[in-house]
């Protein structure tokens, strides 16, 4: 008997220097979540499998919501909001990024405002869900206007005192894209950035075969999906009513809130996955195009940069697909 182990182990050392008989596993990937942007973000990096880096750019991450959040007191929008009109230096990527969120302001005739804030403020979605009173919300809509903010170099101005600015339209794909970055900068070739609904692919998968990037199925519980969309590098953005929402008296009120009324969006549009280059682009077209309606959607989306394709969920339940994706239906 000691013998035959013997000869089983010289086997298996002989097996383990050549390579086996079996194919080689490839490395496991290194992945890290953390609740972040009001949110669950997860960064997966494939080739390398490098934790540190995967740490580092969830810190980023962190960093770049105190600079953008309404609420971190201290950060280049809390600061902005509370300077009282006066010009507020800024770091050179909130700088970047308010002038993202004006630039759409203008693309989409105003549907997208970035000084929505003290209208969004007014609406609580979470622990103690309301509509607000009519009085708050025309005082909040009468400083609702993208047009009266100003950025020359790294500062920033509001032209009305009491407005406030609200990334939360466009931050989210913003910080997505800087991460992305990052990891390119640091030699990634191949990883996953989610957060929370902005998916942003990097390189390639390790084995060639394309990412598959699974859409949710509107007011759904327990992850289900409508299917998956095949995608290079690229980002994938799904906004939608149903993802913050509650009922009051048989309607239903949800996140997405039209800057001309201070109340949710009432088009046909139910959710909307956008396809594109920038994920800060993806961000923002998903909105504009729930407040746009169907009628509207492939003249919004006809001339965004870098725009690869969308399909939009309508609240009939079909489906309405745009440019060239390659789109599969589950089941």
Same mark, same amino acid.
């Given at each position: ?144 206007? =993208? ?11 509001? $032209?009305?005192?009491? *407005?406030? +600015? &609200? @990334? !939360? %339209?466009?931050?989210?794909? =913003? ?11 640091? $030699?990634?070739?191949? *990883?996953? +950035? &989610? @957060? !929370? %609904? ?134």
């Amino acid at each position: 008997m000691k013998r035959k182990l013997r000869t089983l182990t010289a086997m298996a050392a002989l097996a383990a220097l050549l390579g086996g008989c079996a194919p080689k596993q490839p490395p496991q990937p290194a992945s890290e979540t953390r609740v972040l942007l009001d949110t669950v973000c997860t960064v997966t990096v494939y080739d390398p499998p490098d934790a540190r880096l995967v740490s580092e750019a969830l810190d980023l991450c962190d960093k770049y919501n105190t600079m953008f959040s309404v609420f971190a007191e201290g950060g280049d929008i809390w600061r902005v909001n509370h300077a009282g009109g006066a010009i507020t230096e800024v770091d050179p990527r909130t700088a970047d990024v308010i002038r993202l969120g004006l630039e759409f302001g203008d693309y989409s005739g105003g549907m997208f405002d970035i000084t929505i804030g003290r209208v969004s403020a007014l609406w609580d979605f979470g622990g103690s869900p309301a509509v607000p009173p009519d009085q708050d919300l025309a005082e909040a809509l009468a400083t609702v206007d =993208y047009r009266r903010v100003t950025v020359t170099g790294d500062t920033v101005r509001l $032209g009305d005192p009491e *407005a406030w +600015i &609200d @990334l !939360g %339209g466009i931050a989210k794909g =913003y910080i997505a894209d800087q991460l992305a970055a990052f990891l390119r900068e640091r $030699g990634v070739k191949a *990883a996953v +950035i &989610d @957060l !929370g %609904g902005n998916i942003v692919t990097v390189g390639t998968k390790p084995d060639g075969s394309p990412w598959r990037v699974g859409v949710k199925q509107p007011f759904a519980g327990g992850g289900e999906i409508i299917g998956a969309l095949t995608a290079g590098e690229a980002s994938v953005v799904t906004s939608g009513v149903y993802e913050r929402r509650f009922t009051r008296d048989g309607v239903m009120y949800h996140h997405v809130l039209d800057p001309s009324t201070g109340m949710p969006g009432k088009t046909d549009v139910v959710s909307a996955t956008v396809v594109t280059e920038s994920s800060a682009v993806g961000d923002a077209m998903s909105t504009i195009v729930i407040l746009g309606g169907g009628d509207r959607a492939e003249g919004l989306l006809r001339d965004v940069p870098g725009f690869m394709g969308a399909l939009l969920m309508m609240d009939g339940g079909q489906l309405v697909r745009y440019g060239d994706i390659d789109f599969k239906a589950a089941g």
